[in-house]
């Protein structure tokens, strides 16, 4: 028997009935909310089962906390469940340079797999809970379980096409381009976890948001202000209610 308790695979590598009794199985992926937006989007049942069996759920990570700092060892990737965390880089001159913005559903750690060590720092927005699973149990069931293997490799294109779509941001587009970007993003990825598109509330400060983009924080404020007064925008604090979804397409030239 393997160290996750199968039977050796054969040579289709699909996962075989493991050698436990799954009427005493408790499934907390099973009942999540986010499943299909998470790790264990589009395997079976069984499979979420084995997936859930070694991975440490519901940990509480609070509002200002770190999850992991740039140097530290990476053994494991994070699952968001709950919440929201910033990741950014720190360069050598002490400035900090925000690279991204995860949410429920999304994974963290990916930074960490070719050096065995974080690159970067990921900080709690907001009081967090994330799903933790170590990796080289996760690479071993991505062995047995080709639907793993193969949502896992989506996580990475996704992150590459992500990564293309920021450097698109920084590097051709002017900065209130940058800003309805940004925003039309995040409401895309809200609606996807069936929240709504047009109320936003922002975990981030228009100061990692000025980060994310490469922008002044002042030209974000003159920003939001000028998108409040063309009424594409209501913007109370940091909440944002998006009046006029088309014209910040528009602006981007998405629609």
Known sequence: MGALGFAPSGATHRAREPSMDFSE????CCGCTIRELCLPAGLTDQ???????HMSHRQPVKKGE????TGDTFKSLYAV??????????HEDGRAQVTGFQMAGEILGLDAIS???HVCDAVALEDSV???VPFD??????????NLQRRFNRTLSREIVRDQGVMLLLGSMRSEERLAAFLVNLAKRFSAR?????ELVLRMTREDIGSYLGLKLETVSRLLSRFHDEGLLAVRGRNIQILNADGLNRLVGAA
């Open 47 to 53: 499979e979420v089962l084995l997936l859930d069996q």
């Open 25 to 28: 199985l408790k499934s907390v």
């Open 115 to 117: 050096a065995d060590r």
């Open 66 to 69: 770190s999850l992991y700092r």
């Open 81 to 90: 469940s709950t919440g929201f965390f910033k990741t950014s880089i720190l």
């Open 137 to 146: 149990r996760f690479e071993e069931l991505g062995q047995l379980m080709t």
């Open 194 to 198: 069936k929240q709504s598109s047009s």
């Open 130 to 132: 994330v799903c933790e």
